[in-house]
């Protein structure tokens, strides 16, 4: 996975465009609404997202790709960019108040999307929101490719997408208190002059 990622990020730059997505606006007002002072964002690549919530609120960006940290640091100055997995972040009294994370859980196997889940809720704070984003079992490349388990096809070789649906996300998040979920669409840019629409979905919750 990491050297997949690094690859990408060495030949693309940055690969989804200088944009932050529409979906950290939304969890941005959010997180003000809530007093939140600290964010994680797991998954964090170049910081597209980060550089809009890092002017705000303290925010410790958790990335895979070391030459996604490369990107990043000179992308968004004030985000924290700590090179790891997620998986192996070390479990310490540090809470946070907010984690936003978009386009990670859908990356992973049943067994890893329970655990990367499992993992963000620990590190959130009593009452701490979270705001995820993942694809939609309504976009257009579902169903491309070997389905190595339900709704998740083998799209690239070696590379998994999960594709959720409303009561997959649900289920995946019950052990919370959720607030909403809701699908929207977002257009990408590549560096090859093509433009992607994705089907996404997004999650807002609590911890109980
Ligand atoms: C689809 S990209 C999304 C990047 C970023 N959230 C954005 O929207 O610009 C997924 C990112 O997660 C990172 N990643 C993959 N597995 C990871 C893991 N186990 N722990 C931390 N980051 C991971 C990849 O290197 C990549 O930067």
């Known amino acids: 996975m990491k050297e997949y990622w690094d690859n990408r990020f060495i030949s693309e730059g940055l690969i989804w465009g200088e944009r932050p997505s529409e ?6 007002e959010i997180f003000l609404e809530n007093d939140v002072r ?21 925010v410790d960006a ?18 924290n960019f700590i090179e790891q997995s997620i998986f192996d972040l070390p ?11 978009y ?3 859908h990356l992973f196997t049943e067994s890893d999307r329970a655990k990367l889940v499992n993992k963000c809720l620990e590190q959130l704070a009593q009452k701490g929101v979270y705001y995820f984003t993942c694809f939609s079992d309504e976009d257009a ?31 995946r998040f019950k052990e919370s208190k959720i607030i909403e979920t809701g699908s929207l669409e977002e257009n990408f840019e ?4 093509t433009i992607k629409t994705y089907k996404l979905r997004y999650i807002l919750g609590m911890k109980h």
């Open 190 to 193: 590549y560096a090859n002059d």
């Open 141 to 171: 490349a579902y169903g491309i490719g070997k389905e190595v388990e339900y709704n998740t096809f083998e799209y690239k070789r070696g590379k998994i997408a999960h594709f959720f649906s409303e009561d997959d996300l649900r289920n």
């Open 62 to 79: 958790i990335e895979l790709s070391s030459e996604a940290i490369t990107l990043a640091r000179l992308w968004d100055s004030k985000s």
């Open 91 to 101: 479990d310490t009294n540090k809470k946070y108040d907010a984690i936003f994370c």
């Open 103 to 105: 386009g990670l859980i």
């Open 38 to 58: 600290t964010v994680l964002v797991p998954g964090a690549g170049y910081g597209r997202n980060t550089k809009l919530l890092s002017d705000t609120f303290q």
């Open 23 to 28: 979906t950290v606006y939304a969890a941005k």
